[in-house]
């Protein structure tokens, strides 16, 4: 399933909004400027102000300021992953040296910052007050999430709910809220602003999962940094968390307690996760969540743009890389 051919009718929509987190980073300090086109110009998926473009499509929403509010979302997604990746002391994003690599750690926290105000400037063109409570609502479930994920780093006793839980706030919320924006600037009833926020929220939680997934039987090539990264930074994702459920392996539990982990350390807790259905486990759970959110769709009128969002859906499953 090709992405680029799925969200083919929003095609200069997308360009729109490429053009728009382009020209809002241009700033007197050039150090802005270079470190926003490293980390936006790696790549990424857009998935949320994709999310945002087709929720006004379905209602037919022409007002410019959806351009501007799709932007805000992916700054506020991009603030966060280079606050993360200084966190985790990150090296590689989407195959490129992370910008904390590049520029140290003082500067890509203080763009991070940069890009949370910004989408808090651009929020406000909106003039819709529902809009600005929901996305500062969501800034601080995101903050809350990563604090969780800190606390959770290291601990082979964290509960899938936990896991749940850190996810949720991590990474689906804010693709909920994305999805949200139609129908709140439509006026719509408070049911399919849930419909909204129901099919985000539970594809948002399905792209974790593969995320997750993907970090143990992908490559680095096609994943774009180092495969096995959770398990170097001591993040205990569902994977391994189901597979210990299964075979609670001594082993391994002190494998990943060591100070410094051997490549062959993480071979072995690879190799441990996918022997003991880990990953399996994880795509069932992802698919669970995938239903779900195609489950919300089937409550709305059909058109062009519920199918496209159908068919995000089902990508977020398909994807392997």
């Given at each position: 399933m090709d992405l680029k051919r799925i969200l083919s009718p929003i095609e200069k929509d997308i360009e729109i909004v490429?053009?728009?987190?382009?020209?809002?980073?241009?700033?007197?300090?050039?150090?802005?400027?270079?470190?926003g086109k490293h980390?936006?110009?790696?790549?990424?998926?857009?998935?949320?102000?994709?999310?945002?473009?087709?929720?006004?499509?379905?209602?037919?929403?022409?007002?410019?300021?959806?351009?501007?509010?799709?932007?805000?979302?992916?700054y506020i997604h991009t603030a966060t992953l280079l606050h993360d990746d200084v966190v985790d002391n990150s090296e590689l994003r989407r195959g490129k040296e992370t910008a904390n690599i590049l520029w140290g750690?003082?500067?890509?926290?203080?763009v991070g910052d940069y890009l949370f105000a910004k989408a808090f400037i651009l929020m406000v063109k909106s003039n819709n007050l529902k809009i600005l409570d929901l996305l500062s609502n969501v800034t601080g479930l995101l903050a809350q999430g990563e604090i969780f994920e800190l606390v959770k780093t290291g601990d082979l006793n964290t509960t899938i709910e936990e896991y749940f839980e850190i996810i949720e706030e991590k990474t689906g919320v804010l693709i909920s809220a994305a999805a949200q924006i139609g129908p709140i600037m439509a006026g719509a009833s408070e049911v399919e602003i849930k419909i909204f926020k129901n099919y985000g929220e539970n594809i948002g939680i399905a792209f974790q999962l593969v995320d997750d997934a993907l970090d143990y039987i992908s490559?680095?090539?096609?994943?774009?940094?180092?495969?096995?990264?959770?398990?170097?930074?001591?993040?205990?994702?569902?994977?391994?968390?189901?597979a210990l459920e299964k075979n609670d392996n001594q082993e391994i539990r002190d494998?990943?307690?060591k100070d410094e982990l051997t490549e062959d350390d993480i071979e072995k807790i690879r190799k441990f996760v996918i022997e003991n259905n880990g990953i399996e486990i994880t795509f069932d759970y992802a698919n669970k969540?995938?239903?779900?959110?195609?489950?919300e769709l089937e409550k709305l009128n059909k058109n062009q743009f519920?199918?496209?969002?159908?068919?995000?859906?089902?990508?977020?499953?398909?994807?392997?890389?």
């Open positions: 490429e053009e728009l987190i382009y020209k809002n980073l241009e700033n007197r300090i050039g150090l802005i400027q270079e470190i980390i936006f110009g790696s790549g990424g998926k857009r998935l949320r102000p994709t999310l945002t473009i087709l929720s006004c499509k379905y209602y037919n929403i022409k007002d410019p300021v959806i351009y501007e509010l799709a932007t805000a979302i992916e750690n003082q500067a890509p926290v203080l490559t680095d090539k096609v994943l774009g940094k180092k495969i096995g990264i959770d398990i170097r930074e001591g993040k205990v994702t569902l994977p391994l968390i189901c494998i990943f307690y969540y995938v239903k779900k959110a195609v489950d519920v199918e496209i969002l159908e068919n995000l859906a089902h990508f977020i499953t398909a994807r392997r890389y």
